[in-house]
């Protein structure tokens, strides 16, 4: 087991780093050091960024020194982009300016072989001999939203918040970045973990789990130590927030492709997931699932039970949801007479009468709103799936058509036009209001007009297969809360913003 | 069973009608009679409109008549959307017109009761004696590109194609058409088939199995007729032609829900998929991968075994790839020795060195290409799964950074990011043709810059596990057709475009 009592300094410098240098950056576009240098300075790192670089005097415009040495003053992380053959001794150099943390990007060790990894360890055991950690090598790189440090090889500017991500292959790791930007979903650290050569990916994890800036960890991993700790350190971490994690190499072809591009080694998937299911750690299916459970975590509680009430404007529709929340593990149950009663009064008389509440179709947005809240309230149900909240594109084409054949004059439809558009962004807010809100959760299904994501503060979550699953996710850890604390009301009823 | 002798005729004209009537047409904007009429207009249809209503003179600017009868010359179809109680009536002015066929928007009938059945099976005696098809009641309404007729409850304006769609819930039918629209797959026609009072679900589909332009069917259905002849027809059909359905009522809540709307009688989900299986349709998971397999399938060949090469330029998602293959029932082979000696001479020398084909760090378009040609020319793979084919968002926002930090002049940076956007076009461009002319089919995972799918002319599939599952149900269709025809090599090998 590993000692970490000297990591948790090391590591608030990693993520909050006041001066960084970058050694290799240079003017030459094709090269990393150039890509990356350009990205730290392209998001406005809140520090100051030194570039050593022993040819050029200036790299992008900012001054360039030849070496670590000539950095003036103190230098809290070092992000390495020069030839394998150099990085021993650019951490002697790191080491002799008492850099407590490096960020490895260069690649060619334990990955190409045991030749790679005989120099690895020895960079590793140097480094940890000078109380320096290392991220990487191999690594395509860290953000950290605190400072606006961006030192990323992919092109990606994450939208800035609460989540964690550690990744096991930094391409996938990225892609959960640009994905929170489309959903909404804002990162504070993200790391790529590369070879992992000293720290890993439980290290990130018990960080994380301690890090109050940190709302939930997500994770892409293929494979963990024979002698981790992972299992000791998750149940701590999942008691006080939600980890997401996907797991590649769970067959033997992709435990071999694993195997090709980390060296880990990919374990059992059966056994993995019943490992997982008892460190209360949610198993996601896609990259994909992980970024909408912790977007969607986010914005809603936890269930405190299966039971699941569906709001529909179309028949069909409450049909596949129903169906999903069944094959998902979730119940769909009767509602109470009384919110039937109530229901009654709200809908035209040929209403499904039933979950799925079918709207049919009642087109206002205020009854929709006054049906969720119903089907909210409810006391056989614990959790909503609402779909169809997204009627409005309706009008827009039909004034179209109307201006094309001269049938309404300029200024009326210009009227209608306004009137619709605002209806719609209120309709938007009282929906985001109601969520936030809601103490039970609600996952909404369907398309937004032209409003993204996270523009508008609701996630649509396009299928709602997708939708049954995350829930049954949710509710699952839920059941994981209540069981691990032994009360009824469990503490994290939903995160911070 | 039925017999469907006259049934041809009367289907040609309501696919491909020249004049056609509305009967409940109105100048109320919040009516069916407004939004409808309207929509027609706006997507101009070939053909006359005739707008009937016994108050108003002009209908959207469009001289309307008091009743069937006064509109001059014949009618070809009549669209209905007056209320329930009017209809019988109106079918009995529209038979004394002889209009071969009526789409009944208006609802309130056998899904609404024993009632509402009764008046259905009434009206529905009283058309087959009169030589009239009925479409609905309850219909969302139908769409036919040849003619553009859009008379569509749903706002959408559907890519003209080959598809053909039927959908027993026109909520669900009509997103098909909204997401061809995003991918890129065209429709012909489309029909909400309502209650399916006379012309039903397997009606429609015995005449898009015979009908020359169409290439495949899609569609949504919760129940079949207990006397339904789907079983007889549908196996002719998917010898000539593709059929993807997506079933609704899969669980005892979901079939409960279906029953409410529609009356249908959900069967066994078991039963169903391996009735399906042997029929040669395919049984899609969702309404998403109807349209995505559609779409890959007019795109490409099927393929003729189970075996995927896989090409990724991120290690991570190649594992991912794999492990998805594998649990979709796909093999993920070694490459052939020959392949192998050419990718090496393409690739530096850490490239994974087996399938998938991890491309590392190598950014080239070119060498994107020429890797994924070796590996579909390979004779160990049946189909491939391209990840990662977008790049160039790269260069955009570094030369931005160069921009704000005036650390390159005005136009060298024009000159670069006008090379960027044209190598960008060109690989599209190469990308698409290779595609196009494949023998063997391939799959495409990744973002795609700023073009939409039905402008680039591909189809970027989101998730890696979508692309998976669809290549098996593809390479299942493969061995079906090939089983059926007894013969090496299938027929439609590629649809017509």
Chains 1, 2 share one sequence.
Not at 2 to 10: A, E, F, N, T, V
Not at 166 to 181: C, D, E, P, Y
Not at 375 to 398: C, E, S
Request: with cysteine; hydrophobic share 40%.
């Amino acid at each position: 087991m590993k000692d970490r009592r000297l990591m948790l300094s090391r590591m608030e410098t990693l993520w909050h780093p006041r001066r960084v240098a970058m050694v290799g950056a240079t003017n030459s576009m094709s090269k990393w050091g150039f890509i990356i240098f350009t990205r730290m300075l392209g998001e406005q790192f809140t520090g100051e960024i030194f570039p050593v670089n022993p040819r050029d005097e200036y790299v992008v415009g900012k001054k360039a020194y030849k070496s670590i040495a000539d950095v003036p003053g103190a230098i809290d992380v070092a992000v390495v982009v020069t030839p394998a053959a150099t990085v021993p001794g650019v951490l002697r150099e790191l080491a002799q300016k008492k850099v407590p943390a490096a960020i490895v990007i260069t690649s060619g060790f334990s990955e190409t072989g045991p030749e790679g990894a005989a120099v690895e360890r020895e960079m590793v055991e140097f480094a940890r001999k000078a109380g320096m950690v290392l991220v990487g090598p191999n690594t395509m790189g860290t953000y950290s939203a605190g400072v606006r440090l961006n030192c990323l090889m992919a092109p990606v500017s994450p939208l800035a918040g609460r989540a964690a991500c550690i990744a096991q292959s930094g391409n996938v790791g990225t892609h959960m970045l640009f994905r929170g930007r489309l959903r909404g979903l804002g990162f504070g650290k993200f790391v790529s973990s590369g070879n992992e050569g000293d720290l890993s990916l439980e290290d990130y994890l018990w960080y994380f789990g301690q890090d109050d800036e940190t709302s939930a960890v997500l994770g892409y991993l293929e494979g963990l130590d024979p002698d981790s700790d992972f299992m000791r350190i998750a149940p701590e971490v999942t008691k006080k927030k939600p980890v997401i994690l996907y797991k590649g190499g769970r067959t033997a072809a992709g435990a071999s492709a694993a195997a090709s591009h980390t060296g880990a080694l990919a374990g059992d998937a059966a056994v993995f997931r019943s490992a997982m299911r008892q460190a209360g750690v949610i198993v996601a299916e896609s990259n994909k699932e992980v970024v909408e459970l912790a977007r969607a975590m986010e914005l809603s509680p936890v269930p405190k039970g299966p039971r699941v009430g569906i709001l529909t404007r179309g028949g069909g529709w409450g049909v596949i949801t129903s169906d999903a929340c069944v094959e998902a593990g979730l119940e769909v149950p009767r509602l109470s007479d009384d919110t039937m009663a109530k229901l009654d009064k709200l809908l035209p008389a040929y209403w499904s009468r039933g979950n799925p509440v079918d709207m049919v179709a009642v087109l206002s947005n205020q009854a929709y709103l006054d049906c969720l809240d119903l089907v909210v309230k409810d006391p056989n149900v614990d959790a909503v799936i609402g779909l169809g909240a997204n009627i409005d594109a309706q009008t827009n084409t039909t004034l179209e058509t109307l201006r094309d054949q001269g049938a309404m004059d300029a200024d009326k439809l210009r009227a209608i036009e306004e009137k619709s558009q605002t209806e719609g962004d209120e309709f938007v807010k009282a929906l985001r209001d109601y969520l936030t809100n809601s103490p039970k959760p609600i996952l909404s299904v369907g398309r937004w007009r032209e409003t993204p994501d996270w523009e508008s503060g609701l996630m649509m979550i396009g299928e709602p297969e997708d939708a049954a699953r995350m829930m049954a996710k949710m509710a699952e850890y839920g059941r994981y809360l209540a069981g691990s604390s032994g009360k009824e009301d469990r503490p994290p009823r939903r995160q911070e913003r």
